[in-house]
């Protein structure tokens, strides 16, 4: 039998879109001065269509599930399916709009490493402050120092500001004061993609002995490897809605899967960052010779990308970003620029060589853009997560090696040449 | 999903937000360490790097005093209640200044701490209250000065006009508490609504330095009443004005005009605190929504 430790019931947060983002007295009073005299909003967005004030967004919609003791919960979805919002409701930082969520014990939440301390501080002095802020008294910070600061690696430097600190040294004593808090429920977002390979496996352990130990992990991470690791339960989450509850690999693959490694894709109904997508917009891609997006090394990617054109543009080019497995933009290539006419629907098939990317996974971006001659650039679509692809690793390719982005990087240089 | 079954406990429950006073109290009191550990902070940040460190604490006061007591004693040849100058700016000084920069210091509690805030969670009123103990221990040590100042004009002048009043004395911690409450409050409700308007932010830096004029701390409540004293009514709504009369007629024996205002601000007080606690505790659950 399995304790329950965490429930949440029927959540739904919402946002109200054009509210977000300090305002000034004069500028709401202006707002307010233009609504009783019927004219338009002098602060609404040109060009985009009236924003009330119930314009909203829903960022999570009905959601509910529980965690149990031992669960290592892994909540996968691409970007703003609401995989932040859920843990920010979780952590108490902001409130939800419906619904309600219950705890049993104590929730520590990692959505960042190291929050609250402060550059002057030794590391001892930061330990029982980030200690306290993540809801430690005194007395158990006191009795757990000891095991905090071998678990940082830290050692003598421990009575030096942390301003001193090397950034590894600081996420490895931040990780060893949150590791250490003993919750009941912790939660983790993204919080490793600092640190060098060892302490993240060493991290990794420690929240696998967490969920072990019979109290409850719940992992957000784009890095799939460390959650096929970690987790022994999936929940899949996709525009504010759970789609899956179960087990972490199918999740995985749900996340792989749906629309994210899919062959053909409908962009025209993904989100589009404000301003763009009004007078070009990408409305299809569909990738061609291959079965499911994974390449081997050298290989070429073909695929053909369907936009459509509201004005005349005489130099677009489609532009095109890799951006590795922590999204981190890595390289960029793009066409000749061409000539679209107005209202035209138009379609291109280009292709481009995975030469000298390493294995691993890479997530394509996409702008359609137009460069005049003298060198300015207007961006009249971007898409950041159109889809991923996976570069298959060739052991005997590597001489036996398996490649290590943690360590090596996204690019394989041609063999190292002896000279003589 | 009906977890109505199991009757068992939960230790936390989150909702919407809902009605207007949801403030935990119990909560609060879990994380004192937290508040401690702030006010140690706050001091060490505060002197790292000084080369004067806390001395600084003593240096403040005594400097504006310095200047108040020529500008305003010598050159404008303002009256003092017929006690020494020196003295009689002081102690409005230390007590405007402790009630100064509570307001100030609070009032940024959100902008200034929205990175933490919106990473982990604990009361939020933590911040606020741990800068005003902060402040209070700065004020312990100015005022420990102003004694010192008080005695040796006490003691040094024969005919001294300086007579403290041991009753009133006794009460100098509710001035205490009530100057901190006041300062408390009115930054929290500056600080939740800086959330939205950050034009208040802009307002508090000189608003203080424009409220401090209509507060007795460079001149005697005695001027307004002997040249105006049909304004006295409303000169005295200033809740801060009938504690620093109390103050003074306390440790320097000036004539107090204030007896019956004196509940008057205390009840401002309390209600600016209340209305403080309210606002602030409704904007903490959904303001990392809107900065």
Known sequence: MSERLLEVDHVSKQYRLGMIGGRTLNAELASWLARIRGKEDPNSKIGMEHHGPNETFWALEDVSFNVDRGDALAITGRNGAGKSTVLKLISRITAPTRGEIRIRGRVASLLEIGTGFHRELSGRDNIYLNGAILGMNRAETTSKIKDIIEFSEIGQFIDTPVKRYSSGMYVKLAFAVAAHLDPDVMICDEVLAVGDL??????????ADIAKEGRAVLYVSHNMRTVSQLCNRGLYLEQGHIQYDGTVEHAIELYGGSGVRSLRQD???LPHPKFRGDTMRMLEIEFLNTQALEYTINSTIEFRLK?????AEPRVRIRLILKNSVTTPIAMTQTEPFEVAAEEVFERRVRFSLDGLAPGEYVVKLSIVSGTPRGTTTYYDTLEDVSRFIITDDPAYNAGFIWSERLWGNFRLKPLEMVE | MDNRAAPQKWDTVIRPKKGWFDLDIRDLFRYRDLILLMVKRNFTVLYKQTVLGPAWVVIQPLLTTLVFTVIFGKVAGLPTDGMPSFLFYMAGNVCWSYFQSCLVNTSNTFIKNSDVFGKVYFPRLCVPIATVITELINFLVQFALFVIVVIYYAARLRS???????????????????LGLLGLGFGIIVSALTTKYRDLAMLVSFGVHLWMYATPV?????????????MMGLYMLNPITPVIELFRNAYLGTQIYSYGYYFNSILVTLAVFVLGVVLFSRIEKTFMDTV
Do not use: E, G
Not at chain 1, 307 to 311: F, I, R, S, Y
Not at chain 2, 164 to 174: G, K, Q, S, V, Y
């Open chain 1, 267 to 269: 962009l025209d109904s």
């Open chain 1, 198 to 207: 060892t302490f993240q496996q060493k991290c990794l352990a420690k929240m």
């Open chain 2, 160 to 178: 001294t006009p300086v007579t403290p009043n041991w009753r009133l004395i006794a009460l100098t911690p509710l001035m205490l508490l009530q």
């Open chain 1, 307 to 311: 936009c459509v054109a509201h004005l």
């Open chain 2, 218 to 230: 460079t001149y005697s409540t005695s001027m307004i009443a002997n040249k105006y004293p049909q």
